[in-house]
C-alpha cells in the first residue's frame, strides 16, 4: 500500500519507549520502533522525529528544582533518546541526524531547518531534540513546531494510548475514545492528551494530528498509510 504522506513528523513519548519498565529505554521496544521507520523509510516518506524524555527525567520529580532548570534538565534526557534511537536506526543502514535546539556541538548538529530540509533531500531522516530549546514548552510544542517548519503533512503522535479520550482510561473504564476531533475542541474540552500550544500551532498551520498508540502492531506503518486508528485531530 503506498503512503498517504509524503513528509510526516514522528512524536514518540519518552516513556513509551521505556516499555513495561517505565524508566530507561527497552531495546525490545526501540527495536520494533525502528523496524517500522525502516519500512517507512523505504516507502520514501521523509520522516523527521522528536522524542519526550520522560522516562528519564519529568517535570520536577517531587524536587524543589526551579522550572527552568528542570526542563532544561527535560531537554538533555531528550538528547540520550535522540542519540539512542539514531544508533538503531544507523545500524539498520539508513542514514540519521541528530538535531538539537540547545548548542552541544561535540554530540549533534544544531538545529538548522535549511540543513535538516536538505538532509531529508538526501534521504536522511533528522531526529530534532531539546524541544524548543526553552522552558516552560512541552515536547508536543516542539512536535507542532519542527511539523510546521518542515511543512509535514501530518503530525503522528504516539503514545500510551489508542487516541484521545474524554476522561483518562486508565481511572475511568468508561471513558469515551475520540475518533475525530477539531482543534477547538483540545481547548474547548480541557482535553490533556495534546498540549493546547502545540494544538492552536497546528490549527493555524493547518498540520492535521493523528495520536495513536505506539504498542499496537506495525502503528507507525499503518498511520502513515493513513489507516483508520487511533484520534485524528484536524480543522473539520
Not at 540547545?102 to 531539546?130: D, Q, T
Not at 492528551?193 to 494544538?199: L, N, P, R, V, W
Not at 486508528?229 to 484536524?234: A, E, R
Request: proline share 3%; with cysteine; glycine share 10%.
Amino acid at each position: 500500500m503506498e503512503p498517504k504522506y509524503k513528509r510526516v513528523l514522528l512524536k514518540l513519548s519518552g516513556e513509551a519507549l521505556a516499555g513495561e519498565q517505565k524508566v530507561g529505554l527497552n531495546e525490545g521496544v526501540v527495536s520494533k520502533v525502528v523496524d517500522q521507520i525502516v519500512k517507512v523509510h523505504a516507502m520514501g516518506v521523509e520522516m523527521g522525529i522528536v522524542i519526550g524524555g520522560g522516562n528519564f527525567w519529568r517535570g520536577r520529580q517531587g524536587t524543589n528544582i526551579e522550572r527552568s532548570v528542570a526542563d532544561q534538565m527535560g531537554m538533555l534526557a531528550t538528547v540520550m533518546n535522540s542519540l539512542a534511537m539514531m544508533d538503531a536506526i544507523e545500524k539498520r543502514g539508513i542514514p540519521t541526524r541528530v538535531q538539537t535546539a540547545l548548542n552541544m556541538v561535540s554530540v549533534a548538529e544544531p538545529y538548522v531547518l535549511r540543513r535538516a530540509l536538505r538532509h531529508f533531500e538526501k534521504g536522511r531522516i533528522v531526529i530534532m531534540a531539546c524541544g524548543t530549546g526553552n522552558p516552560y514548552c512541552s515536547t508536543d510544542t516542539a512536535a507542532a513546531q519542527r511539523a510546521c517548519e518542515i511543512g509535514a503533512d501530518v503530525l503522528l503522535m504516539a503514545k500510551n494510548v489508542d487516541g484521545i479520550y474524554d476522561s483518562d482510561p486508565t481511572k475511568n473504564p468508561n471513558a469515551k475514545k475520540y475518533d475525530t476531533l477539531k482543534f477547538g475542541d483540545i481547548v474547548n474540552k480541557g482535553l490533556k492528551a495534546m498540549d493546547t500550544t502545540a494544538a492552536t500551532m497546528c490549527m493555524e498551520n493547518n498540520i492535521p494530528v493523528l495520536a495513536f498508540a505506539l504498542w499496537e502492531e506495525d502503528s507507525i506503518l499503518r498511520a502513515v498509510r493513513g489507516e483508520k486508528m487511533g484520534t485524528f485531530i484536524s480543522n473539520g
